[in-house]
């Protein structure tokens, strides 16, 4: 091959990866067990493919779960995962960050089961300092219980942003000008887990879960974990402000990203905490951010 070839070929590459302007989306395929462990039922949790691919099982006598081995303050979070499929009302499965303390930050993805046919709910929500009560609904644009998709957090000390593929569904950004605490020193582990929740979560709890069709099976791969890794104690990240989700591009969406969140609110939203007069007649001081309210 002559020199010329892959000099083009480099530059290219090194175009296409220098003008990336959202989170390396391509989930990188590492076996479960080297950031992960089982959390309970461990007999619940099947491997496929030396553990690149495993399924969680839920049925009427338990659901299971799983959790990272690290923890980590900031970084991209990334979990590929394919929902219950047919009749999962009543089931729920969640993705999510938390620290392990009282006042504890949390971010999570909470998917919300539904009948046969009937759309999927998806459930964002942000703790910090132990408060919650942020709750954000979405339809999703897919059925996400046909095929693999990627679900991930981005956060650094601007800003947490949760991605669906590459689309940003959800923004939080850091107010603490504002008063509004953000999750900066609290090292948080990564959790899935599928249970049962029909007590709430299909049609606020009017569709029970069908036993009669479990085990109901939800499909993970990709468990790759991109984030700055610190024991509990540890109140900062070593490499701070070096690594790439620190960098310039990473610190606001852009406005390409901003028309995609844009899209997703006008077409998918079912719930935001931002718009319940009802539940909080004060606003929450971050909403007075958010660029469509
Ligand atoms: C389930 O389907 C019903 C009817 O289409 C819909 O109102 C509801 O939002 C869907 N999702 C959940 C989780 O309840
Ligand atoms: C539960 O599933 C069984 C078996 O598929 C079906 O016959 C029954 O009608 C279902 N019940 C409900 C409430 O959907």
New binding site residues.
């Given amino acids: 091959m002559s020199s010329p070839f892959w000099i083009l070929l480099l530059g290219f590459l090194f175009m296409a990866s220098g003008t990336l302007a959202t989170p390396p989306r391509r989930p990188i395929a590492v076996p479960f067990g080297r950031n992960y462990v089982p959390t309970w039922a461990f007999d619940h949790i099947k491997y496929y493919n030396g553990g690149s691919e495993i399924e969680l099982y839920l049925d009427k006598y338990t659901g299971t779960g799983f959790q990272s081995k690290g923890s980590y303050l900031f970084g991209h979070f990334n979990m590929q995962i394919k929902l219950v499929p047919g009749d999962s009302a009543g089931t729920v499965t969640a993705f999510y960050l938390s620290s392990q303390n009282s006042e504890h930050d949390e971010i999570d993805f909470e998917f919300?089961?539904?009948?046969t046919g009937?759309?999927?709910?998806l459930q964002t929500n942000v703790f910090t300092g132990g408060k919650g009560d942020r709750e954000q609904r979405i339809y999703l644009w897919f059925d996400p219980a046909t095929a693999y998709r990627s679900y991930s957090v981005l956060w650094n000390s601007y800003q947490i942003v949760f991605f669906v593929d590459d689309v940003p569904i959800r923004v939080f950004k850091n107010c603490k000008d504002l008063g509004v605490r953000f999750p900066f020193n609290q090292p948080m582990k990564i959790y899935s887990s599928l249970w049962n929740a029909d007590d709430w979560?299909?049609?606020g709890g009017l569709e029970k879960t069908n036993w009669s069709k479990a085990p109901f099976i939800a499909s993970y791969k990709g468990f790759h974990i991109d984030g700055c890794e610190s024991s509990v104690e540890a109140k900062f990240c070593a490499t701070q402000g070096k690594r790439w989700w620190d960098q310039k591009e990473f610190q606001d969406l852009d406005s390409y990203q901003w028309r995609r969140l844009a899209w997703v609110r006008n077409k998918f939203t079912?719930y935001n905490y931002c718009s319940d007069r009802v539940r909080f007649p004060t606003i929450h001081p971050e909403c007075k951010r958010d660029r469509d309210i």
């Fill in positions: 919300l089961g539904n009948r009937q759309p999927y709910i979560a299909t049609r079912i």
